[in-house]
């Protein structure tokens, strides 16, 4: 979850707006603008943060039933902008599910383009060198090579039989 106080106002703000989808006519969007002008907030904080997260079963079992219960949350984001990084965190806090800033997930963000690195073997080292990332983001099915070496990794550990492998992971 991030801190809202150091969420750019534009995120702030996309809860707000009326959006349909990016591949409509931006003219068409900005007359839905003009004739759905900016939606009141429920009276819910929205929190938001990354939609790539691992829950526990009984956590997500109280994170359905909080959005069972409260219609509003898909109700009032059903048409606004990147909704899927406000409402999982919104629930979160409101089914008072406790958080740790670590999901586990080795995720390479150093790239010019907004996306996130697309690996391949060349990657690899850097893939298995945290003991505690059991998740990476992201593959291509056009490369099986760094899945076969990830595999073959795993493989070896299990033969180690390595039991204290995970032990340390917060």
Known sequence: ????????????NRPNI?????????NYMKMIHHLFPKRAFPPIVWQFGSNWFTLTLKDSKKLIDKLINNPIFVDFLEYSFISDENIF????VEANITTTNNNHRYIDWNTNDGHPRTFDVT??????KNKCNFWARKF???NQDILDMIDTHIHKIKKLNNSKFILNCK
């Open 89 to 92: 965190q919104t629930l979160l």
């Open 123 to 128: 990657n690899f080292n850097g893939l298995i």
């Open 18 to 26: 009326f959006h349909l989808n990016s591949k409509i006519n931006p």
């Open 1 to 12: 979850l991030n801190n809202l106080s150091q969420i750019a106002e534009w995120k702030l």
């Open 140 to 142: 291509s099915a056009k």
